[in-house]
């Protein structure tokens, strides 16, 4: 906190804030109005000052690890090319160092020992109206390998979901502990399930801003990201061993306590980052032993909801440092790209390489299908449900640009051939367009070649369409967005059929391969983010893709196209995040204020 105020990236608001919604409200739009970070120091209920918007840019992420970012650049350089140590041993000179700092390290005692508290005495922020109650939004997860409890190397550090208060928990000795499919904690939950022993756990929050950045760091699975964070933040991590979970000594808050392995207890709903609600399942919980806290402590917290969040900045500084990378663990594939505004793993591009016999000149995608599995067999990248590739032989492809990106497949894909579906698969816990929790489907478009098309710039002239289905708007070249009737069931369905047999025997449409049946055409139009979020957060592969004069050869499904994605809410998603009204205008009326503050509001 003083290093942001001294560097004039911090805002203290001392007058009274609720941590029920009010605080939520003000993060998120101090956030998109690209404010600093905010010290509130009269939370009300509470004892402890709050802090959001810690990570309110890239630029103020880059400010928070200047010290140090430039160090684990270079390691990660020298991690791809070792030959680079000797070739230029000035620029690397630090090198070792970085790497001592990696090494996690105990300690029998830390500052976070030094008081304690009760579970109900913790900050009850709750962030929007249906949530299931109060949540930590900032949490660092520590699991110790049953089979190893020793082995620092070995513990799991993530950003798992933490409901401290609500539902049938008790509130001094319960805490949800939701993770989602693919995350480490599960390999050191199934170790204890097998062992037949319950897992001990710690939840800390606060201490180095490095430690929440590592716990959303996708590392390889076996290597644990308190090596990340020691770089990171330029020391090695402290860890308090005890008869408990390793404990990080240097957070401002620790819980402690323990997994049953075979229980669960309902958890959720929550507000969560593909911009809808989580509904509430079943989920493991923690039995809370001791809550400590260090002396002044501060908790951090941020806001998740539809894109852009304040994670959409760890997004961005995971990019920055994981880019280089991704060469190195995928062979072929030169860059990837989880589309923030599409909820991350809803919408996934990638850039591979055409090397497979090049003498023929290949006008169809060959290893790009090969890299496109390699893929979606890797860690979280696995969960993504559309995965568009191409190749860029001329380097010339900017994959954060996903308008250019998406033209640029748009240009050469052929929907006969360039569809490759993965049915009744695993797809991401938080998307509800699937069959069921963690069901789904997933779709590969890739596409190399020449371009077999111009992409239409406005809407085709004398475009007709079926009865009930209207107002065509351009969203961009080649992509037209159309409303629909409400979707009300499986007969809804039959919408999407209308649709493709009108389009079949119309002129003009080959400059238009993809439409998207929505709910409100203005809306999905109005903005690339909107159309990106509803489209790919509102549509499972399997069966909300169509188009016209489909074709099946060979257990192959394709169609000449345009390719239509019915992207209508359906009667089984979750709900979409509302602000409360009244909130709304409590913020508002602090807007009026005039004080440092108010001029993000």
Avoid at 260 to 273: I, K, L, V, W
């Amino acid at each position: 906190m003083e290093d942001l105020r001294a560097g004039g990236r911090l805002i203290t608001v001392d007058d009274e804030v609720d941590p029920t919604l009010e605080m939520a409200e003000i993060q998120r739009r101090v956030y998109l109005r690209g404010g600093p970070a905010i010290l509130f120091t009269n939370v009300r209920g509470c004892q402890f000052p709050m802090a959001s918007n810690l990570f309110a840019s890239l630029d103020q992420a880059r400010y928070l690890f200047r010290d140090t970012l430039e160090r684990v650049r270079r390691l990660i350089e020298v991690k791809l090319d070792p030959s680079a140590l000797p070739k230029s041993p000035m620029r690397y000179a630090g090198v070792p160092m970085t790497a001592l700092t990696m090494l996690p390290r105990f300690t029998r005692s830390g500052p976070v020992q030094a008081n304690r508290c009760r579970l109900s005495e913790l900050p009850a922020l709750k962030s929007w109206p249906m949530d299931g109650g109060s949540f930590v939004t900032l949490p660092q997860v520590l699991s110790a390998d049953p089979t190893a409890p020793e082995n620092l190397m070995r513990v799991n550090l993530g950003m798992y979901r933490v409901q401290l208060a609500g539902n049938d928990y008790d509130p001094e000795t319960q805490v949800g502990l939701h993770y989602q499919i693919h995350r480490g904690i599960g390999v050191h939950h199934r170790a204890a399930m097998d062992r037949n022993e319950s897992l001990p756990v710690a939840i800390t929050v606060g201490g180095s801003p490095a430690m929440s950045l590592a716990a959303v760091m996708p590392l390889p699975e076996g290597l644990t990201e308190l090596t990340f964070a020691g770089a990171l933040s330029g020391r090695r991590v402290r860890m308090m061993r005890g008869s408990h979970a390793p404990v990080y000594a240097d957070a401002d808050f620790a819980i402690v306590g323990t997994v049953d392995p075979t229980a669960t207890m309902p958890e959720g709903p929550f507000g969560d980052h593909l911009g809808y609600y989580s509904l509430q399942h079943p989920f493991p919980f923690m039995k809370v032993d001791h809550v400590w806290h260090r002396k002044d402590a501060i908790w951090p917290f941020t806001v998740v909801g539809r894109p852009p969040q304040e994670d959409t900045t760890f997004g961005q500084l995971i990019h920055e440092l994981t880019d280089p990378i991704i060469p190195t663990v995928i062979p072929g594939v030169k860059a990837v790209h989880a589309v923030d505004a599409a909820g991350v793993h809803p919408l996934l591009l990638a850039i591979g390489s055409e090397r497979y016999m090049p003498y023929l000149k290949a006008k169809e995608p060959q290893e790009l299908l090969t890299q496109a599995n390699a893929i979606l067999g890797n860690g979280q990248l696995s969960l993504a449900k559309y995965l568009w590739i191409t190749d860029d032989p001329d380097d010339s492809i900017k994959i954060h640009d996903i308008g250019n990106f998406m033209q640029h497949i748009l240009r050469r894909v052929d929907w006969r051939r360039d569809l490759h579906f993965h049915t009744k698969t695993t797809i991401d816990t938080l998307d509800y367009s699937g069959t069921g929790l963690n069901q789904g489907s997933k779709v590969v478009v890739a596409a190399t070649g020449q371009p077999i098309r111009e992409l239409a710039t406005e809407i085709p002239s004398g475009l007709s369409l079926p009865d009930g289905i209207s107002e065509p708007k351009l969203v961009m070249p080649g992509v037209i967005a159309v409303e629909g009737p409400k979707y009300s069931g499986d007969a809804s369905r039959e919408d999407v059929q209308r649709l493709t047999e009108h389009l079949a025997n119309q002129p003009n449409l080959e400059s238009v391969p993809l439409i998207t049946l929505c709910d409100d055409s203005e809306f999905a139009a109005a903005t690339l983010n909107n159309w990106l979020w509803l489209t790919f957060t509102r549509s499972n592969p399997a069966i909300d893709v169509d188009g016209v004069d489909v074709q099946v050869v060979d257990k192959h499904w394709g169609c000449r196209g345009p390719l239509i994605i019915d992207a209508r809410v359906k009667p089984h998603h979750a709900p979409p995040l509302v602000e409360d009204a009244d909130v709304t205008a409590k913020v508002d009326a602090r807007a009026s204020r005039g004080d440092e503050l108010a001029k993000y509001l």
